[in-house]
């Protein structure tokens, strides 16, 4: 994946968190949890387009 189209994507994701944040009326600890969602979603997301994640898809858990 090229870098300007992860830049592009984190720059997405920020305005719209920030949209969310600032101009939808939520109690403070749902806005918290969004945010810590959206971060590690963004991380995992970003460790699986640099190709961290991608050796760690044949490894079962409980099964």
Do not use: E, T
């Not at 994701?13 to 979603?41: E, T």
Request: aromatic share 8%.
């Amino acid at each position: 994946m090229p870098l300007i189209n992860v830049i592009i994507v984190l720059i997405v994701v920020g305005v719209v968190l920030w949209l969310i944040n600032n101009y939808l009326p939520m109690d403070g600890k749902i806005k918290n949890i969004l945010n810590w969602v959206v971060v590690i979603a963004v991380i995992l997301w970003l460790l699986r387009a640099f190709g961290v994640l991608g050796s760690l898809g044949g490894i079962n858990v409980g099964g």
